[in-house]
């Protein structure tokens, strides 16, 4: 019988995941567009978009260079907290969110990008603070592209391995998730059981994909009338 631990870690993985990089996403995608200087703007985009870029096993060096046992972030969770996030649940978060952030980042950031001017202007003229504005006008109007990237990260965050593997290791029943799994059941042979796991992630992804496509259809066809 199928061992299905490894898909409820990457299903809890992934939605604490997408709740932490939703928030984050859109609260950094929103900061970066108030600066003032272009020069600002550039080189933030350019580093939340970085892990998009990198490796994933890059990514997993630089987690592990911060949150190792004898690094300082690491190092101070187990002396005051007592508490040891490499090899740990919490690092196949950790790892995931840093790998899904970008997705959701751009995608908001994009989203932002694309409300009509006209009607922040208007809402300006109207006394409203920037604050008003970007919960009532902005926040709206840009929804289905945020939430389009979400989904997105969702699934980006469930299928992350290569910063899971060096962070949080492979083991079973606490890190293992569908994509360590996958490549656990490969190294041993077991092929039949290896399928199972790739199909598991292929219907979920593609699920998660076709909600997208589906979502954007009825909101573009509800804004044509």
Not at 13 to 34: E, P, V
Not at 192 to 217: D, G, K, M, P, R
């Amino acid at each position: 019988m199928i061992d299905l631990s490894p898909f409820w870690i990457s299903l809890k993985t992934a939605t604490i995941t997408i709740i932490i990089t939703f928030f984050l996403g859109l609260f950094l995608a929103r900061w970066t567009l108030n600066r003032k200087y272009d020069l600002t703007k550039i080189i933030l985009d350019g580093l939340f978009t970085l892990p998009l870029v990198l490796p994933p096993t890059v990514m997993g060096f630089f987690l592990l260079m911060i949150f190792g046992v004898n690094q300082p972030v690491g190092r101070f969770f187990i002396q005051v907290f007592h508490y040891k996030i490499v090899f740990s649940f919490s690092a196949t978060v950790i790892a995931a969110v840093a790998i899904s952030f970008p997705l959701m980042y751009r995608s908001a950031k994009g989203a932002i990008e694309q409300v009509d001017q006209d009607l922040i202007d208007a809402g300006k003229t109207l006394g409203m603070s920037q604050r008003r504005i970007f919960f009532t006008v902005i926040l709206p109007d840009a929804m289905p592209g945020i939430i389009s990237g979400g989904v997105l990260a969702f699934a980006r965050g469930l299928g992350e391995f290569g910063a899971t593997a060096m962070l949080a290791g492979n083991i079973v029943d606490k890190t293992r998730t569908l994509p360590l799994a996958v490549y656990s059941e490969v190294m041993s042979g077991n092929m039949n059981e290896a399928s199972i796991y790739v199909f598991i992630i292929v219907t979920i992804c593609l699920l998660a994909v076709v909600l997208v496509n589906i979502y954007q259809y009825y909101v573009k066809k509800k804004r044509s009338y």
